[in-house]
């Protein structure tokens, strides 16, 4: 089926499918086999960190995987549950639901529905951009302080203990009190278990090492008798496929109030999805389209909400197990799909009897490598090298920027941390947008180069020669005339600014210039502009009409002249 964006080009359902060759049906085939021996597992325990039952989460594997196959552009991606989605889903629908259980299983569909919607109404009107309103370090920051509260979640079913609320610091205060209820069984099948997970994946990476040890765990109880030993278990897990329709025992009023919350959901799935998605389109050699991400996002959502699911995803760790296995094309998807189908119609059996110390032990090793210290310590490094200072700043921005978001999450909850990350984003943004760096300049041969950076070549006292490096605004105007005031001495008698670097300029910065022109004249000291270009110099000669007018130069060297031949 062919089908239009709004630029007027035409796409595919199952796009990657396009120009299919025969040769792709055993790699693709035997990746869909690697990705659901992960994908199974991993699906049970994303779902319990959601807080529904651990089918919900093979419930909404099947309609997201076949969906974003068929509109989304990767043709590497996994989409599924995931354990950032599926925290945001908890922090949303717990105050809402309260102690009813079918209620909170029914909207945690509602919200899948609803960010369904959102996603495919931001996918036709073109909000692919929005991805970038997220710094890298905020987005690192966030998930950094998402990965440890998830871990901290878990580590009272690792050690069979009662588990806390609150915060990351009060749960993880709450499992200290706790340690000397420790039940010494829970806590063996749970580290075993990890160390299988890690162990595999560290030295073995594609023996799928959460089934392996799921089926371990399995195996223990069953010969063992664990579970009357204390272990606890997952215990019945409805078999057969999920009912499909909109969700019951809830009204309109509930999907428009999780409408909101969608927004936030979106942004954190999109936002992985697509860095996971363009990773391995560049490994490949294609092109992903971020609106078309949106769309597959949104659709995935939307099947997995009228399917009984939740919240799903693009998944990096299944999408490089999907990668790495082979995979050609979105065929592996399509057969991870039939899988998990084969799994709920005759395999759900065997997973009832699964530790959730092994369940933990799956959560804690998948998301474990999302704790990327040295991230933050590369950021912390960058704020400590002698750099100049709007580099400085900018350096120090991004490093209280990741921390801030991080300490977000772990201090406030995993919503309260989204809203602080995106608002630290937009301060960022507009924190650098109003200090640009203004930049003294040194001649080098033909070319004017920052001083600061070559301070070997020689300047002269009675000259400056400055370049703003962005756009004169409102915003930035007052800090651009301090700055260019801040670098003359009682020796200086012209300014120059090199304008090629500013490409446009506003009322408010025109006006700033003519009063620059005017704080340095009183000091016996001419401002001049030189190589200014398009939309720069047309606001600037509206602004500043005959009689106020700078003077204008088509080069620094001619704008010069008159100073001597020292420069």
Known sequence: MNTTDKAGRRWLLFGSLQGYQGKWIRPDVIAGLTVWAVLVPEALAYATIAGVPPVVGLYAAIPSLIL??????????????????????????????????????????????????????????????IASF???????????????TIIIGQVPKLFGVPKSEGNFFEQAWGVISHLGDTDWRTLTVGLLSLVVVLGLKRWLPLVPGSLLAVLLGIAAVTVFGLDGEGVEIVGHIDSGLPSVGLPGGVGFDD????????????????AEGLGAAKTYAAKAGYEVDANRELL????????????????????????AVNGGAGAKTQVSGLVVAVLTVVTLLFLTGLFEK????????????????????????????VWTQRLGSIYGAAARADFAGAVAAMMGVLLFDTLPGLVIGIGVSMLLLLYRSSRPHVAALAKEGSLWVDAERHPEIATRPDVVVVRVEAGLYFANADHVKESIEALCTDETRTVVLDAETSPFVD????????????????????????????????????????????????????????????I
């Not at 949303?92 to 899948?112: E, H």
């Open 134 to 148: 997220i710094s890298e370090p905020v987005l690192k920051g966030f998930i950094v302080g998402l990965a440890l």
């Open 68 to 129: 974003y196959a068929a509109v989304g552009s990767s043709r590497h991606l996994v989409v599924g549950p995931m354990s950032a989605t599926a925290a945001l889903s908890a922090a949303i629908i717990a105050p809402l639901a309260g102690a009813d259980g079918g209620k909170y299983v029914a909207l945690s569909a509602v919200l899948a529905i609803a960010t369904g919607i959102v996603g495919l109404l931001a996918g036709m009107i073109r909000l692919g951009f």
């Open 296 to 319: 597959g996002l949104g659709a995935a959502n939307l099947g997995s909400g009228l399917a009984s699911g939740m919240v799903v995803n693009g998944s990096l760790s299944k999408t």
């Open 255 to 270: 999907y428009v109030d999780l409408l909101g919350p969608a927004v936030g959901v979106l942004l954190i799935g999109f």
């Open 354 to 381: 699964l530790p959730e110390a092994t369940l933990a032990a799956v959560v804690i090793a998948a998301v474990i490598e999302l704790v990327d210290v040295s991230a933050l310590k590369r950021l912390y490094g």
């Open 507 to 566: 009322v408010s910065a025109a006006e700033m210039l003519m009063q620059l022109r005017d704080t340095l004249g009183r000091k016996g000291i001419e401002l001049r502009v030189a190589r200014d270009i398009g939309q720069f110099r047309d606001t600037l000669m509206q602004a500043a009409p005959d009689g106020r007018g700078l003077g204008v130069y088509p080069t620094v060297s001619e704008a010069l002249a008159d100073q001597g031949s020292g």
